[in-house]
Antibody, heavy 121, light 110 residues
């Protein structure tokens, strides 16, 4: 059973870049048909899809965040990463990494535990 | 993309059924049969309960079922159990490699 674990700083200063890594264990990040995703959750609000990447390096982003988000993959380490630039307090949220499968990669079948990132000076 | 609309809360007694709605638009829920449902217990990661409207992943009880009509999808939990108390979120593919989630529904087992 695949397991995902997020890691990265819990506190980021405004205007700086948020950087998180998701380590994948129990399965290969290069498996055909699996897309590696980032989602965030502002408490009390809807979950928000950030984007995903395929093992080939092809990445896709939400229209709301594509100007600031970059997702990369390191197949040798079986991990993928998120960088979100020019952060503000509005980016304070719990960030999850997850695996997307199925038609249109619309099913998130495995999730990390999530990591809280606070944007504050 | 605007979030899909869900009722803030729903409740039922053990053994009863509860249905949660998820209302989108003709650009997301109405356009694709790619609606998923997730259960999230406090302090835990979301868990997928249904995908592609009504398909259950391995291990999900058949008490959980889904349907869709027009721009509205629904999740029904039959034979409600105490362990079903959680937040539930829907999501939908919205085209152009974009996805949208619902506002979430807190299910309480009375």
């Amino acid at each position: 059973q695949v397991q995902l674990q997020e890691s990265g700083p819990g506190l980021v200063k405004p205007s700086q870049t948020l950087s998180l890594t998701c380590n994948v264990s129990g399965g290969s990040i290069s498996t055909v048909g699996h897309y590696w995703s980032w989602i965030r959750h502002h408490p009390g609000k809807a979950l928000e899809w950030i984007g995903y990447i395929y093992h080939s390096g092809s990445s896709y982003y939400s229209s709301a965040l594509k100007s600031r988000a970059i997702i990369s993959v390191d197949t040798s380490k079986n991990q993928f990463s998120l960088k979100l630039s020019s952060v503000s307090a509005a980016d304070t949220a719990i960030y999850y990494c997850a695996r997307a499968i199925g038609l249109a990669a619309a099913a998130l079948d495995s999730w990390g535990q999530g990591t809280l990132v606070t944007v504050s000076s | 993309q605007s979030a899909l609309t869900q009722p803030p809360s729903a409740s039922g007694s053990p053994g009863q059924s509860v249905t949660i709605s998820c209302t989108g638009t003709s650009s997301d829920v109405g356009a694709y049969n790619y609606v998923s449902w997730y259960q999230q217990r406090p302090g835990k990661a979301p868990k997928i309960m249904l995908y592609e409207v009504n398909k259950r992943p391995s291990g999900v009880p058949d008490r959980f079922s889904g349907s869709k009509s027009g721009n509205r999808a629904s999740l029904t939990v039959s034979g409600l159990q105490a362990e079903d108390e959680a937040d539930y979120y829907c999501s939908s593919y919205a085209g152009n490699t974009d996805y949208v989630f619902g506002t979430g529904t807190k299910v309480t087992v009375l």
